[in-house]
């Protein structure tokens, strides 16, 4: 089992920044690829971003790619999302995900889930 809790959502205008965490505890947290995936009001789960277990690979969504940056920290057992330049679509409860087998971004390819956090950006 891995556990994930995701902190850092919050209220920020348009074109701030925010810093998602997603700390990690269980099971070795290297051995984990971590994706985060947002959900807004009545759509379905969206990919965000990824990144490799050793961190040497990412993959980002076209909406948010030069704005938002996946990086972690397998010390720490922390994985992040910098987002900058953001915009009110960005708004929405983000989540982040691991797997220890995935290389993909479709949400089901992932087993552990944080609860999430929440993103508002007003205009």
């Known amino acids: 089992q891995v556990q994930l809790v995701e902190s850092g959502g919050g209220l920020v205008q348009a074109g701030g920044s925010l810093r998602l965490s997603c700390t990690a505890s269980g099971r070795t947290f290297s051995d984990y690829a971590m994706g985060w995936f947002r959900q807004a009001p009545g759509k379905e789960r969206e990919f965000v971003a990824r990144i490799s277990w050793r961190g040497t690979s990412t993959n980002y969504a076209d909406s948010i790619k030069g704005r938002f940056t996946i990086s972690r920290d397998n010390a720490k057992n922390m994985a992040y999302l910098q987002m900058n330049s953001l915009k009110p679509e960005d708004t929405a409860v983000y989540y982040c995900?691991?797997?220890?087998?995935?290389?993909?971004?479709?949400?089901?390819?992932?087993?552990?889930w944080g609860q999430g956090t929440q993103v508002t950006v007003s205009s």
């Open positions: 995900a691991a797997d220890r087998f995935t290389t993909g971004t479709n949400p089901y390819e992932y087993r552990y």
